[in-house]
């Protein structure tokens, strides 16, 4: 079998090029794609800097978006679009996403992930078991 290919690959050259090509072709695609990466939770997106506008005292923050997912998520569910995260000078729930489209829609996901958290409870995560029967 090994011996019928590298006659093969003898005869026909190109074959081998041609694979190499697939095969670097296949690595520089991997590579560019993990670069730009869409997942909501990948590392690069979640150390994002993003801007928090606290409609209260008209005062801008930049803050960590992975910081701002954990505080979004620590807020009772479901989350309502309307009411930001907490003010810290005022205690009032002001503050929103400068950009109103990014705001919605991951206030929206997490909702949806709450819900199906919800709704598909599993016992990996649940209580311990004391080992009583």
Do not use: C
Not at 104 to 122: D, L
Request: proline content about 8%; aromatic content about 10%.
């Amino acid at each position: 079998m090994v011996q019928n290919l590298r006659e093969f690959m003898n005869k026909k050259p190109w074959v081998g090029w041609l694979v190499a090509l697939l095969f670097l072709g296949a690595s520089i695609f991997f590579f560019f794609r993990s670069q730009h990466s869409q997942d909501p939770y990948s590392p690069s997106r979640m150390t994002e800097m993003v801007t928090v506008h606290f409609t209260d005292t008209d005062e801008e923050v930049p803050i960590p978006r992975g910081r701002l997912d954990k505080e979004l998520r620590a807020q009772t569910s479901p989350l309502d679009p309307s009411k930001g995260i907490t003010n810290p000078k005022t205690g009032k729930p002001t503050g929103f996403l400068v950009d109103k489209e990014d705001w919605e829609t991951w206030v929206a996901r997490i909702n949806k992930e709450k819900a199906e958290a919800k709704q598909h409870p599993s016992s990996a995560f649940g209580p311990a078991s004391s080992g009583k029967k």
